[in-house]
């Protein structure tokens, strides 16, 4: 499966001539659903669920399906009739060739007196975990760990510790785009010496087999 990273939280999939994305939001790339065969999304923030992202997507592929937690299909699926899922904790299901299983119910806590929202993690192929905008412990092991670098839920002690209790044999960054340069390299540093994994940061467009 070839991984190619996008702009903050979006990946895409590649394997067997089918391509899988994940979170296209708004602080991705225009084009970032375009050529999807399936699309997932994790939960209904912006920065996670541009709904002008995924319309492209779906309208260029009319046989492309969307899978998502209900406060995301239900803002779509009228425009798409059969073809958006909604989905929760415990789903599986086969998006375009992909296995894929549904773990986790809500998002992190940002703040005490915010409301917190639906959030689902995708591990794919039993082997890739994107949480969205938690820090979900699959019920079993991760290859792949695509880990949230850094947000206003997180500090970078927890997310260090999720590494560590996820024990992925490679992650990867995401949910990464409000950090510059200097913010990039202290987190690396960080995780590099004390999150007990190959971590790795990648430039958007960056392809990397998995």
Request: proline letters at 7%.
């Amino acid at each position: 499966m070839k991984l190619t990273k996008k702009t903050h939280a979006c990946v895409r999939l590649e394997k067997d001539g089918r391509t899988l994305v994940v979170d296209p939001g708004m602080f991705t790339e225009a084009d970032a659903a375009v050529g999807a065969d399936a699309l997932l999304v994790t939960h209904e923030h912006p920065d996670h669920f541009a709904e002008d992202r995924l319309r492209a997507g779906l309208e260029a592929n009319p046989a492309a399906e969307l899978w998502a937690p209900r406060s995301v299909a239900g803002q779509i699926s009228a425009a798409f009739p059969g073809r958006v899922h909604t989905v929760g904790h415990g789903d599986t299901f086969d998006a375009a060739g992909f296995d894929v299983r549904v773990h986790g119910e809500l998002h992190a806590v940002i703040h005490p007196d915010l409301p917190r929202v639906t959030n689902v993690g995708y591990l794919v192929d039993g082997s890739l975990f994107h949480p969205g905008d938690a820090l979900t412990v699959p019920d079993q092991p991760v290859d792949t760990l695509l880990l949230p670098l850094q947000a206003p839920w997180s500090k970078v002690s927890e997310v260090i510790e999720y590494l560590r209790e996820v024990k992925p044999a490679r992650a990867y960054d995401v949910h990464d785009a409000l950090l510059a340069d200097p913010g990039l390299g202290l987190y690396g540093s960080l995780l590099g010496s004390l999150g007990g994994t190959d971590h790795s940061h990648l430039a958007p467009g960056t392809s990397v087999d998995v």
